[in-house]
């Protein structure tokens, strides 16, 4: 059993309390039950997203009976993605495992994940639930997944669970913020970490309908706009404001010359026509495209000196592995490790 006594204990299970709680001393309980079962070094760090008081007092008596709980409460809701955050920083396991505070996966399947995690070799391996939902639940997971692949080019099947085991180099390489707790699994492969997917079964507590209202479909489709932008975009803007800027800007010049070929060959005036007034907004508003693309490179070029292209997943010196998949700025705190064939 974990005492809590260790500093840097092995695994660090994060627990993110937000809007959607379940039972959560039983939740926590039946961690804790689990992975004492393992005999795991571990602890439990239970983020509150914003002030709770009757989840504060539950996890409190949760607390007394083991030291290897931890409470985080945060000062106002900062949203999971904050909460994220504040137990990647507040924990200090070398391989973070994310929980929801409801049921989603069963706790017995945690013994399997860790055992697929350590022999796979990957950096992040991301729980996809084997679910048997409506057919309108299956729509919209389907049509989610499907647009997600379609704008990053990346295909998962279940980003929506928040059961995940990764390295803790993947949440230093990762800064989260806005709703992008539920696009971890492709931000990390966007840094060059290697994501897998393992099948487990969906805990039969699960009763989430999974019903949104129009806004929050509408804020889906923006979050997936923003990944898209953040995974293709960020450090070349002027490839993706230049292409619309020049396509628009074209438009605008074909039908300004087709305008002017009418008015000198075939005596069509331009003074009652208000297309004129289109075509050379058209011209105009791509070239202010173009020229914001322009600015996001002046921008990534001024700050380039901070900035990293890319990630290095281990350093060999004298045959000997010193460092996995980490920044350059992290070199102080590497470690010797045996090397391995992974």
């Given at each position: 059993?974990?005492?809590?006594?260790?500093?840097?204990?092995?695994?660090?299970?994060?627990?993110?309390?937000?809007t959607?709680?379940?039972?959560?001393?039983?939740?926590?309980?039946?961690?804790?039950?689990?992975l004492?079962?393992?005999?795991?070094?571990?602890?439990?760090?239970?983020?509150?997203?914003?002030?709770?008081?009757?989840?504060?007092?539950?996890?409190?008596?949760?607390?007394?009976?083991?030291?290897?709980?931890?409470?985080?409460?945060?000062?106002?809701?900062?949203?999971?993605?904050?909460?994220?955050?504040?137990?990647?920083?507040?924990?200090?396991?070398?391989t973070?495992?994310?929980?929801?505070?409801?049921?989603?996966?069963?706790t017995?399947?945690?013994?399997?994940?860790?055992?697929?995690?350590?022999?796979?070799?990957?950096?992040?391996?991301?729980a996809?639930?084997?679910?048997?939902?409506?057919?309108?639940?299956?729509f919209?997971?389907?049509?989610?997944?499907?647009?997600f692949?379609?704008?990053?080019?990346?295909?998962?099947?279940?980003?929506?669970?928040?059961?995940?085991?990764?390295?803790?180099?993947?949440?230093?390489?990762?800064?989260?913020?806005?709703?992008?707790?539920r696009?971890?699994?492709?931000?990390?492969?966007?840094?060059?970490?290697?994501?897998?997917?393992?099948?487990?079964?969906?805990?039969?507590a699960?009763?989430?309908?999974?019903?949104?209202?129009?806004?929050?479909y509408?804020?889906?489709?923006?979050?997936?706009?923003?990944?898209?932008?953040?995974?293709?975009?960020?450090?070349?803007?002027?490839?993706?404001?230049?292409?619309?800027?020049?396509?628009?800007?074209?438009?605008?010049?074909?039908?300004?010359?087709?305008?002017?070929?009418?008015?000198?060959?075939?005596?069509?005036?331009?003074?009652s026509?208000?297309?004129?007034?289109?075509?050379?907004?058209?011209?105009?508003?791509?070239v202010?495209?173009?020229?914001?693309?322009?600015?996001?490179e002046?921008?990534?070029?001024?700050?380039?000196t901070?900035?990293?292209?890319?990630?290095?997943?281990?350093?060999?010196?004298?045959?000997?592995?010193?460092?996995r998949?980490?920044d350059?700025?992290?070199?102080?705190?590497?470690?010797?490790?045996?090397?391995?064939?992974?």
């Open positions: 059993m974990n005492t809590g006594m260790k500093s840097k204990p092995e695994y660090s299970v994060i627990v993110t309390v937000g959607r709680v379940d039972d959560l001393r039983e939740i926590v309980a039946e961690l804790v039950g689990t004492d079962a393992q005999s795991l070094d571990y602890e439990v760090v239970v983020v509150l997203d914003g002030p709770m008081q009757s989840c504060l007092e539950e996890l409190r008596e949760i607390r007394s009976g083991t030291g290897c709980v931890r409470i985080v409460e945060l000062a106002r809701r900062f949203g999971e993605s904050g909460a994220l955050a504040a137990g990647f920083s507040e924990s200090s396991g070398e973070i495992v994310t929980w929801p505070a409801y049921r989603q996966v069963e017995g399947e945690i013994p399997r994940l860790i055992e697929a995690f350590d022999s796979s070799g990957c950096d992040m391996q991301i996809v639930r084997q679910r048997d939902g409506g057919s309108f639940d299956s919209r997971r389907r049509a989610f997944h499907a647009m692949r379609l704008t990053s080019g990346m295909r998962f099947r279940d980003l929506g669970c928040g059961v995940r085991i990764f390295d803790r180099e993947v949440a230093k390489e990762i800064s989260l913020y806005g709703d992008q707790h696009f971890l699994p492709a931000l990390a492969k966007t840094r060059g970490f290697r994501v897998r997917e393992i099948d487990v079964a969906q805990s039969p699960d009763r989430f309908e999974g019903r949104y209202r129009l806004r929050e509408l804020h889906r489709f923006l979050d997936i706009l923003t990944v898209y932008f953040l995974v293709r975009f960020t450090k070349k803007p002027l490839r993706f404001f230049g292409t619309i800027g020049f396509l628009v800007a074209a438009f605008g010049g074909l039908f300004t010359a087709i305008l002017v070929v009418q008015r000198l060959f075939m005596d069509v005036a331009l003074a026509r208000p297309a004129l007034v289109l075509a050379s907004l058209l011209v105009v508003l791509g202010q495209i173009f020229a914001l693309g322009l600015i996001g002046l921008i990534i070029f001024t700050h380039a901070h900035l990293k292209e890319y990630a290095v997943r281990r350093v060999i010196e004298n045959g000997v592995p010193v460092s998949q980490c350059a700025s992290h070199n102080s705190d590497h470690e010797t490790v045996p090397e391995s064939d992974n």
